[in-house]
């Protein structure tokens, strides 16, 4: 079992950056896929990106490719997000996920794939 805590959310203009972390309980933090979701007021979480459990695979939602970068530190526990070039319409609530999957890291895109979730970290971006 894992536990997760998301920080670094916050208010922010068009055009800027935000770092997101998720940091993990338990020493088997290496054998979980992680992901990032997000979700707005009054839609269903969405995908983000996800990190193999080594480190050396990711894969991104279209909307976000090119701006975001997901990255991880098996040796803390943490998972982080760089999110640049933000936009309004990345407002949302941001959700970290685990899942004990060993598929190819494009496989973990939906929200049920995922065992363990965190309480989200709130992302504003103002136009």
């Known amino acids: 079992q894992v536990q997760l805590v998301e920080s670094g959310g916050g208010l922010v203009q068009a055009g800027g950056s935000l770092r997101l972390s998720c940091a993990a309980s338990g020493r088997t933090f290496s054998m979980y896929t992680m992901g990032w979701f997000r979700q707005a007021p009054g839609k269903e979480r969405e995908f983000v990106a996800a990190?193999?459990?080594?480190?050396?695979?990711?894969f991104y939602a279209d909307s976000v490719k090119g701006r975001f970068t997901i990255s991880r530190d098996n040796a803390k526990n943490a998972v982080d997000l760089q999110m640049n070039s933000l936009k309004p319409e990345d407002t949302a609530v941001y959700y970290c996920?685990?899942?004990?999957?060993?598929?190819?890291?494009?496989?973990?895109?939906?929200?049920?794939?995922?065992?363990?979730w965190g309480q989200g970290t709130q992302v504003t971006v103002s136009s």
């Open positions: 990190v193999s459990r080594s480190g050396s695979s990711t």
């Open positions: 996920g685990a899942t004990l999957g060993g598929y190819s890291v494009s496989y973990y895109y939906a929200a049920g794939q995922y065992n363990y």
